[in-house]
């Protein structure tokens, strides 16, 4: 007695009328983001602003990008027609390895902080440094 089992996946053949809609569709979206991206760093280059304007544009151009980023994984590799299990086991760790950058790079910058302001500790001088302060 033979089992069949299901495949979870879907077969993906290119051709027709609506791969190709799809692919335009695509096409000028990215573009559309790309063209944005691009007209906003401009304008932080020709445009003196702020600090925090400078800072929210870029965030926009960072979430501009992600979300890119996020479309071209889910249209070209196909992620958006898979099962939900399978998209989580491929974004939650992406997520945690984002979370560990930021930790580490606040931590980081953190302990460089104290460091340089922490009284109870001599300051550390190059070898140059002790030579013009006569202490060799």
């Avoid at 020709?46 to 994984?73: D, N």
């Avoid at 930021?102 to 300051?123: C, D, H, M, Q, V």
Wanted: proline share 4%; charged share 15%; no cysteine.
């Amino acid at each position: 007695m033979e089992h069949s089992i299901q495949e979870v996946t879907f077969h993906h053949e290119p051709g027709g009328d609506e791969f190709v809609k799809k692919v335009i569709k695509t096409t000028v979206l990215l573009s559309v983001i790309t063209i944005i991206e691009l007209g906003l760093g401009l304008l932080m280059y020709a445009v003196p602003m702020a600090s925090a304007l400078e800072l929210f544009i870029k965030g926009v151009i960072v979430i501009l990008s992600l979300a890119k980023a996020f479309y071209i994984v889910g249209v070209f590799m196909h992620l958006g027609e898979e099962v939900k299990n399978l998209i989580m086991t491929i974004v939650l760790p992406l997520l945690l390895f984002v979370w560990f950058i930021a930790a580490f790079l606040y931590e980081g910058n953190s302990w460089k902080n104290l460091r340089n302001t922490y009284k109870g500790t001599p300051a550390v001088t190059s070898p140059a440094q002790q030579h013009v302060e006569g202490k060799h």
